[in-house]
């Protein structure tokens, strides 16, 4: 069972991001990262053609609860805020992921702006300089057309593989660092993406990737070239659109959208799992799994609410809010730290441990279990 440990508000200083640009609907400008000693946290913000750096205090655990396992939050400080200069884009920046580099205190930045205009840039969080080294990678039509949502993730076992996805272009590009390996091209407007981690298809994680177009789901593998590498499409709510998809490490894939429904998907049979049913008041477009206990999920709505429940019972284990609609949405890679930034420039951030109590619970219930035996 998951324990919320504390929930702070920061504000991001006025000198530094006044007022944020809209953006789209995909909360996907916000990237968290907790220090190594746990001591604060890093925030990426992306507005316009910039992504700001605030670093937030986390000491201390405190934690207050409204009606129905709301959270309310207590005031954090910023300890510093920068513009981050590796990132010069021309057009407003649509997504930001944060992956962990090889070696201590290295974190790769990757920013992708509307019109597929792709910078990784290397980030030391160990030295003053915090910059290392960083490539550029055009869009393969030279910017062209109009400008749309776009996004882009790391594959999870091979750090250079990185995909970009274009919305009114119907089109992802895979990357081998600044080399383009292929195109997928897509038959609906694409929302979400999500590498696949565990999949029982195929023997090497990272070579199938999950992507949410209009309605459906639909798997491609990188390595097919039959039907332009899809090897799989399911339909989803009719009429609906799906905006968010996220991958488990142990496998299961997760999408959410219109219908204000969580559902998990079984990669072994392409089957439906779990159905959570109006867990959001309103459309999801942001989705994670735990990195603790991979049984809960956090759900994001389209309005100012983050919630956290037990996908297999379709149980809610807390929320908490934000003072406005949101911009970014955000979960730590490997620790159940989630945020989220809203347009008055408020950032959330949530700190989620496991239960102690239900830890040892489960322990003594195994314990009496084995002395019956």
Request: proline residues 5%.
């Given at each position: 069972?998951l324990?919320?440990?504390?929930?702070?508000?920061?504000s991001?200083p006025?000198s530094?991001?006044?007022?944020?640009?809209?953006?789209s609907l995909?909360?996907?400008?916000?990237a968290?990262q907790v220090n190594?000693a746990g001591?604060?946290?890093?925030?990426?913000l992306?507005?316009?053609?910039?992504?700001?750096?605030?670093?937030?205090?986390m000491?201390?655990?405190?934690?207050?609860?409204?009606?129905?396992?709301l959270?309310?939050?207590i005031?954090?400080?910023?300890?510093?805020?920068?513009?981050v200069?590796?990132?010069?884009?021309?057009?407003e920046i649509?997504?930001?992921?944060l992956?962990?580099?090889?070696?201590?205190?290295c974190?790769?930045?990757?920013?992708?702006?509307?019109?597929?205009?792709?910078i990784?840039?290397?980030?030391?969080?160990?030295?003053d300089?915090?910059?290392?080294?960083s490539?550029?990678?055009?869009?393969?039509d030279?910017?062209?057309?109009?400008g749309?949502?776009?996004?882009?993730?790391?594959?999870?076992?091979?750090?250079?593989t990185?995909?970009?996805?274009?919305?009114?272009?119907?089109?992802?590009?895979?990357?081998?660092?600044?080399?383009?390996?292929?195109?997928?091209?897509?038959?609906?407007?694409?929302?979400?993406?999500?590498f696949?981690?565990?999949?029982?298809?195929?023997?090497?994680?990272?070579?199938?990737?999950a992507?949410?177009e209009?309605?459906?789901?639909?798997?491609w593998?990188?390595?097919?070239?039959n039907?332009?590498g899809?090897?799989?499409?399911?339909?989803?709510?009719?009429g609906?659109?799906i905006?968010?998809?996220c991958?488990?490490?142990?496998g299961?894939?997760?999408?959410?959208?219109?219908?204000?429904?969580?559902?998990?998907?079984?990669?072994?049979?392409w089957?439906?799992?779990?159905?959570?049913?109006g867990?959001?008041?309103?459309?999801i477009?942001?989705?994670s799994f735990s990195?603790?206990?991979?049984?809960?999920i956090?759900?994001?709505?389209?309005?100012?609410?983050?919630?956290?429940?037990?996908w297999?019972?379709n149980?809610?284990?807390?929320?908490?809010r934000g003072?406005?609609?949101?911009?970014?949405?955000?979960k730590?890679?490997?620790?159940?730290?989630?945020?989220?930034w809203?347009?008055?420039?408020?950032?959330?951030?949530?700190?989620?441990?496991?239960?102690?109590?239900?830890v040892?619970?489960?322990f003594?219930?195994?314990?009496?279990?084995?002395?019956?035996?």
């Open positions: 069972m324990a919320p440990r504390s929930l702070r508000k920061a991001v006025p530094l991001l006044s007022d944020p640009s809209p953006g995909q909360p996907t400008r916000l968290i190594a001591s604060s946290c890093s925030a990426y992306a507005s316009g053609c910039r992504v700001y750096k605030i670093e937030i205090a000491e201390g655990e405190m934690l207050s609860k409204g009606k129905e396992s959270l309310i939050p005031n954090a400080e910023v300890i510093t805020s920068s513009v200069d590796r990132c010069p884009h021309r057009s649509q997504s930001v992921v992956a962990e580099g090889e070696g201590d205190g974190l790769i930045l990757g920013t992708v702006d509307s019109y597929g205009h792709l990784v840039s290397r980030l030391d969080t160990v030295a300089d915090i910059d290392r080294a490539y550029s990678v055009p869009p393969r030279c910017g062209v057309g109009e749309s949502w776009a996004g882009l993730c790391f594959s999870p076992m091979h750090q250079s990185v995909a970009v996805a274009r919305e009114l272009c119907k089109c992802i590009d895979i990357y081998d660092q600044d080399i383009h390996v292929r195109s997928l091209r897509t038959l609906w407007y694409p929302s979400s993406f999500s696949g981690h565990c999949m029982p298809q195929v023997n090497e994680s990272g070579s199938m990737l992507i949410a209009g309605s459906q789901l639909s798997i593998d990188l390595r097919v070239s039907n332009g899809c090897v799989h499409r399911i339909s989803g709510p009719i609906g659109i905006y968010s998809v991958s488990s490490p142990s299961p894939i997760a999408v959410g959208g219109t219908d204000r429904t969580v559902t998990i998907y079984d990669p072994r049979r089957s439906a799992l779990s159905r959570w049913v867990c959001s008041k309103y459309e477009t942001g989705l990195s603790v206990d991979e049984s809960f956090y759900v994001q709505g389209v309005d100012y609410e983050i919630t956290c429940g037990l297999k019972g149980e809610r284990a807390f929320s908490f003072d406005s609609n949101w911009l970014g949405f955000s730590c890679a490997n620790t159940d730290v989630v945020a989220g809203c347009e008055s420039g408020s950032v959330f951030v949530a700190d989620v441990r496991q239960d102690c109590l239900s040892i619970g489960q003594e219930s195994w314990h009496q279990t084995e002395n019956q035996k």
